[in-house]
């Protein structure tokens, strides 16, 4: 098979890009400034090389093929980031526009996430955002994803970070459990009580108190990837469990929670912002992520130094 990369093939995917998204072929000559005659070339020399058909066309209809939706995705995104280059390249990063995949955990709404998105929007009103919640580690390299929010620390240390923020950690239980179960004086003393584990934050089995402690802990009657769900476990007299303090603050100040061990519990739990090395130069991303760094995290408003690192510095 010839690996060779065929650059013509590049013009031919922004012609069946433009010809999809704008419904016509005379549509998209018009728009990419060529004979409607070249853009039809365009398209059959890619339905040639795919060896497929990507549309079907009649004389008055124009309609994307099953084959023709799933090479739209890809082409889409070429076309999006060659005009994006361009832009780049000729210094006109003017407004920020086009589709934005951006993946984020489901406690994204705990974290006020999910409440700055309208906001960024009604900044930047040429940008589609694609928003995805999954606890999952986001695809950033093959162009799945151009941002991913992570609780942690960052997964892949190939991809550039943003650190937004980081979230006082707490052990935790309700008094109705405490005053049955009694109180630990000590870490070591966990393993005597039934924990409420949650796996998005810790591994199963462990929680991490301090950057030199980590500690097994027995599980309870409770194990979940849900924040919700473990707070409610806690508030239902389950067990202790190991939360943001943030996500408990209400009950700890109506004394139907009670932190556990101030002393030891030291560790803070950061939230980033993920995106493949070299996109904070695509002015959509860049937007993103300083408007994003401003509205969540606590540092100056300024996204220069305030804890971006890229990967290509380390």
């Given at each position: 098979?010839?690996?060779?990369?065929?650059?013509?093939?590049?013009?031919a995917?922004?012609?069946?890009a433009?010809?999809v998204?704008?419904g016509?072929?005379?549509?998209?000559?018009n728009l990419?400034g060529?004979s409607?005659?070249?853009?039809s070339?365009?398209?059959?020399r890619?339905?040639?090389?795919a060896g497929?058909?990507?549309l079907?066309?009649?004389?008055?209809?124009?309609?994307?093929?099953?084959a023709g939706?799933?090479?739209y995705?890809?082409c889409?995104?070429?076309?999006d980031e060659?005009?994006?280059?361009?832009?780049?390249?000729?210094g006109?990063?003017?407004?920020?526009?086009g589709?934005?995949?951006?993946?984020?955990?489901?406690?994204?709404?705990?974290?006020?996430i999910?409440?700055a998105?309208?906001a960024?929007?009604?900044e930047?009103?040429?940008i589609?955002?694609?928003?995805?919640l999954?606890?999952?580690k986001?695809?950033?390299?093959?162009g799945?994803f151009?941002v991913?929010?992570?609780?942690g620390?960052?997964?892949?240390?190939?991809?550039?970070t943003?650190?937004?923020?980081?979230?006082?950690?707490?052990?935790?239980?309700?008094?109705?459990?405490?005053?049955?179960?009694g109180r630990?004086?000590?870490?070591?003393?966990?393993k005597?009580?039934?924990?409420?584990l949650?796996?998005?934050?810790?591994?199963?089995?462990?929680?991490?108190?301090?950057?030199?402690?980590?500690?097994?802990?027995n599980?309870?009657?409770?194990?979940?990837?849900?924040?919700?769900?473990t707070?409610?476990a806690?508030l239902?007299?389950?067990?202790i469990?190991?939360?943001p303090?943030f996500?408990?603050?209400?009950d700890?100040?109506?004394?139907?929670?009670?932190?556990?061990?101030?002393?030891?519990?030291?560790?803070?739990?950061?939230?980033y912002?993920l995106?493949?090395?070299?996109?904070?130069?695509?002015?959509?991303?860049r937007a993103f992520?300083?408007?994003?760094?401003?509205?969540i995290?606590?540092?100056?408003?300024?996204?220069?130094?305030?804890g971006?690192?890229?990967a290509?510095?380390?």
């Open positions: 098979m010839d690996d060779k990369v065929d650059i013509g093939n590049t013009i995917m922004m012609s069946f433009a010809v998204s704008t016509s072929f005379s549509a998209a000559a990419l060529y409607k005659a070249a853009v070339r365009q398209i059959s890619l339905e040639e090389a497929m058909k990507l079907d066309r009649t004389t008055r209809t124009v309609t994307v093929t099953p939706r799933e090479m995705q890809h889409a995104r070429i076309a060659v005009n994006e280059a361009n832009r780049v390249m000729t006109m990063l003017s407004r920020p526009r589709d934005l995949k951006v993946n984020a955990p489901v406690v994204a709404s705990l974290f006020n999910t409440q998105i309208p960024f929007l009604h930047y009103p040429d589609r955002l694609f928003m995805n999954s606890d999952s986001a695809d950033l390299l093959k799945n151009d991913a929010f992570w609780v620390e960052p997964y892949d240390v190939t991809l550039d943003v650190k937004l923020c980081d979230y006082e950690m707490v052990l935790a239980a309700s008094v109705d459990y405490l005053d049955r179960r630990p004086a000590t870490a070591a003393e966990l005597e009580h039934l924990c409420i949650e796996t998005h934050l810790s591994r199963i089995g462990e929680w991490r108190l301090s950057a030199d402690e980590i500690i097994s802990v599980r309870g009657a409770l194990t979940s990837n849900s924040v919700r769900l707070r409610e806690m239902a007299g389950m067990g469990g190991y939360l303090r996500l408990l603050e209400s700890i100040a109506a004394g139907r929670i009670e932190v556990l061990l101030p002393d030891v519990v030291s560790q803070r739990l950061p939230l912002l995106f493949s090395r070299g996109n904070y130069a695509l002015s959509k991303v992520v300083d408007y994003l760094t401003a509205a995290s606590d540092a100056p408003s300024s996204a220069s130094g305030r971006i690192r890229l290509s510095a380390v």
